[in-house]
């Protein structure tokens, strides 16, 4: 099935802008494709959460206190996920997360995102 990897994590301050990366390491692109893709976070002594998804590529979905700020996309070729974040607030601080919409892959070690004031 393959491995979820993600990078591009780190510390910047408010209004700084970072891109993260998901690649599914080891997973054929057949089984890559038909999948919806989504970036999670969780933040300290908080629940993960769905930030955005994305299925085809004008079908992608944000969480409201992302919108306008964040924007997903994909590379079916390459087998990476994308998370393009502007603009970025403290309350963005977190650990974030790459899988499947349906949660239907074991969790990759995630990617620190420190926004700073």
């Known amino acids: 099935q393959g491995r979820l990897v993600e990078s591009g994590g780190g510390l910047v301050q408010a209004g700084g802008s970072l891109r993260l990366t998901c690649v599914a390491s080891?997973?054929?692109?057949?089984?890559?494709?038909?999948?919806?893709w989504a970036w999670y976070r969780q933040a300290p002594g908080k629940q993960r959460e769905l930030v955005a998804s994305i299925g085809g590529p004008r079908s992608a979905n944000y969480v409201d206190s992302v919108k306008g700020r964040f924007a997903i996309s994909r590379d079916n070729a390459r087998k990476r996920v994308y998370l393009q974040m502007d603009n970025l607030k403290p309350e963005d601080t977190a650990v974030y997360y790459c899988?499947?919409?349906?949660?239907?892959?074991?969790w990759g070690q995630g990617t620190q995102v420190t926004v700073g004031q």
């Open positions: 899988n499947t919409l349906k949660q239907a892959l074991a």
């Open positions: 080891g997973m054929i692109t057949s089984v890559f494709n038909p999948y919806d």
